[in-house]
């Protein structure tokens, strides 16, 4: 029964939600890198830089390719910062949108950081200039954990 239903389409025409994201809190010179949305529903917000994972592609491989997709930049990735959910919903109370995100953090390796893809800016922000910026729920949080693991990473190198 199981290798049954596994071997099913699934209907097209229904979204299929949660999907699986990754996400990157990356980090040069004290500074974390944002990327302002270009796409509704959460056009104009600042967010880490991040999207889709790819049927047959492993998270941090998914980080790596936003990244590189939506900055134009490198990075060395150390680890996984926080798993978050990201979940929207439509004026009438239904669901839009469910994204469980792979967050990881590591740092700056190569490149210039220049918007492209699914986004309107880019800019490396210094951490005491977070709180001016409209953000995703819950990002500010995460570039504070990813900020103490990061420490934590360089003291124990």
Not at 43 to 65: F, M
Not at 99 to 115: C, E, H, K, S, T
Not at 136 to 148: H, K, L, N, V
Request: charged content about 25%; aromatic content about 6%.
């Amino acid at each position: 029964m199981l290798k049954r239903r596994l071997m099913e389409k699934p209907e097209i025409d229904k979204p299929q939600w949660p999907r699986a994201a990754a996400s990157a809190a990356i980090f040069r010179d004290g500074k974390i890198l944002l990327a302002q949305r270009s796409k509704p529903p959460l056009r104009g917000v600042w967010s880490l830089p991040g999207g889709h994972i790819e049927p047959g592609e492993k998270a941090h491989q998914a980080a790596l390719r936003e990244l590189r997709e939506e900055t134009g930049i490198t990075a060395d990735l150390y680890g996984v910062a926080d798993v978050a959910d990201v979940i929207l919903h439509h004026d009438d109370g239904s669901l839009r949108a469910h994204y469980v995100i792979n967050v990881f953090f590591g740092v700056w390796l190569d490149g210039d950081a220049r918007p492209d893809s699914d986004c309107m800016a880019v800019e490396w922000v210094d951490h005491s200039k977070l709180s001016e910026r409209s953000m995703t729920q819950g990002t500010a949080a995460i570039i504070e954990r990813a900020a103490g693991l990061l420490e934590d990473t360089a003291q124990n190198s």
